[in-house]
T-cell receptor
Framework: KQEVTQIPAALSVPEGENLVLNCSFT??????LQWFRQDPGKGLTSLLL?????REQTSGRLNASLDKSSGRSTLYIAASQPGDSATYLC?????????FGPGTRLSVLP | DGGITQSPKYLFRKEGQNVTLSCEQN?????MYWYRQDPGQGLRLIYY???????QKGDIAEGYSVSREKKESFPLTVTSAQKNPTAFYLC???????????FGPGTRLLVL
């Protein structure tokens, strides 16, 4: 059964720093992997979706990469801003089920 | 504006009571999903529907029921058989099963 983990559970960085969030999955036979942002008490906002045939996707200051062979995806945030503070979740899709990680809570300090 | 709406924002359930959470989308999406989120845990899939008039159980369907009579609506009923219903419930939709999911604002269910 697929398991998705995210390390670290929480991260604090000063404004302007570049940072990387990690997502690991145990079963490499995935169709796609999606990154989301969740603000406290709110629903999830889709950030990027990487298909299994792709290695990365970019949107503005965000870049997500996928390495199926090692069971890893990373979300790179450039020039972080206080408005980036939120919980970031990744989710894998294997054709039958979506499996979410527990999230990384990011705080960007002014 | 296109999007997904959930109501109510907060819902209180008494012992032995069934309650229904509403989810509506005007994105013309075929697939819809219900998730449960508990503190410190990832989202867990309760039910999903790939197309109108069809739905499937997810990982934690026991104590829940759904219907999909209209493309835009996917209500979730939390029955009295669900012994630990306190959680944040999130509805999502995607243009087809497995593609980018778009989420509603959520309903927080509390037990009196």
């Amino acid at each position: 059964k697929q398991e998705v983990t995210q390390i670290p559970a929480a991260l604090s960085v000063p404004e302007g720093e570049n940072l990387v969030l990690n997502c690991s999955f145990t079963d490499s036979a995935i169709y796609n992997l999606q990154w989301f942002r969740q603000d406290p008490g709110k629903g999830l906002t889709s950030l990027l979706l990487i298909q299994s045939s792709q290695r990365e996707q970019t949107s503005g200051r965000l870049n997500a990469s996928l390495d199926k062979s090692s069971g890893r995806s990373t979300l790179y945030i450039a020039a972080s801003q206080p408005g980036d503070s939120a919980t970031y979740l990744c989710a894998s899709f294997e054709g039958q089920n979506f499996v979410f990680g527990p999230g990384t809570r990011l705080s960007v300090l002014p | 504006d296109g999007g997904i709406t959930q109501s109510p924002k907060y819902l209180f359930r008494k012992e032995g009571q069934n309650v229904t959470l509403s989810c509506e989308q005007n994105l013309n999406h075929d697939a819809m999903y219900w998730y449960r989120q508990d503190p410190g845990q990832g989202l867990r899939l309760i039910y999903y529907s790939q197309i109108v008039n069809d739905f499937q159980k997810g990982d934690i369907a026991e104590g829940y029921s759904v219907s999909r009579e209209k493309k835009e609506s996917f209500p979730l009923t939390v029955t009295s058989a669900q012994k630990n219903p306190t959680a944040f419930y999130l509805c999502a939709s995607s243009i087809i099963w497995g593609e980018t999911q778009y989420f509603g604002p959520g309903t927080r269910l509390l037990v009196l």
